[in-house]
């Protein structure tokens, strides 16, 4: 990962930040399914509380140019400013960036019922224990091609190492292993 290509959300009064940064997530993760790379890695560089105005998306020179040139952004691009390809500069940290699920949903709830596999009192303590260990990561809302749903999509930030970890990313641009430079 020696290379990346910044993403910066130019929200309006018509689209708030959080709707544009979903709307750009949801193109990106259909152009990287579309070219079936695990070689693109995504992160999020000003991530406090909430993800932030900037998507970074990391890869060797050859792959980010093939992502450019797709023109993936459309509509959204006047909302988008992109950067050329960059070098990642010198001496900096590594992280994780993944994806992160809850244990117990409501779908899990409603399958448990169907099978008849839970009480009445065990759905009432499940929902209880549920509600109590939501999560409050950061997230973001996409909505899916085939169906129209929406669903959300937690993102959990590892801690911050001196070394790399090589390996593949998902077609969301994250791993649970692989690293991604932190500037």
Request: aromatic share 10%.
């Amino acid at each position: 990962m020696k290379h990346y290509v910044e993403i910066v959300i130019k929200p309006d009064d018509e689209m708030r930040e959080n709707i544009l940064l979903n709307k750009v997530y949801t193109k990106l993760h259909k152009a990287l399914f579309t070219l079936k790379t695990t070689e693109i890695a995504v992160s999020f560089p000003k991530y406090k509380v909430l993800l932030g105005d900037v998507i970074r998306l990391h890869g060797s020179e050859s792959k980010l140019s093939e992502v450019k040139n797709t023109n993936w952004l459309g509509g959204l691009s006047a909302y988008c400013q992109v950067s050329p390809i960059q070098t990642v500069p010198d001496n900096v940290s590594y992280r994780t960036i993944s994806r992160i699920q809850a244990n117990m949903t409501e779908a899990k709830l409603r399958r448990l019922i169907k099978r008849d596999s839970i009480s009445e009192t065990e759905i009432k303590q499940y929902r209880a224990k549920m509600f109590g260990m939501g999560l409050d990561n950061p997230y973001l809302e996409l909505q899916s091609a085939s169906n129209g749903h929406k669903h959300r999509r937690y993102i959990q930030f590892g801690e911050l190492r001196e070394e790399a970890v090589k390996g593949a990313f998902d077609c969301f641009g994250l791993s649970k292993d692989a690293t991604v430079p932190w500037f």
